[in-house]
């Protein structure tokens, strides 16, 4: 009964917000890659009138095949900004 007001009142009130996170994310076996999977399902799952959004962080030498609709930046080494491309 809670869960069901909850979902509509985020229905009537909420605002478009666009969410993105970035992250390592699923295939890659990772602690944080797993967590950016759960955390997204359940947030999508509360919310779903305004889906999250992932973005990979890929090194070069990765040779993971992320799903189509995943976001993702290369970079060549951690002290590089990757995200100048996306802000």
Not at 73 to 87: D, G, H, R, S, W
């Amino acid at each position: 009964m809670l869960l069901e007001k909850l979902k509509r009142v985020l229905r009537e009130k909420s605002k478009s917000i666009n969410v993105i996170y970035i992250s390592s994310y699923i295939p890659r076996r990772c602690g944080i890659a797993t967590y950016t999977s759960d955390l997204t399902k359940a947030i999508n799952l509360i919310n779903p009138y305004s889906k999250a959004e992932i973005m990979a962080l890929i090194r070069p030498e990765d040779k993971i095949n992320y799903p189509l609709d995943l976001k993702s930046a290369k970079f060549n080494n951690y002290e590089q900004n990757p995200l100048n491309t996306f802000l």
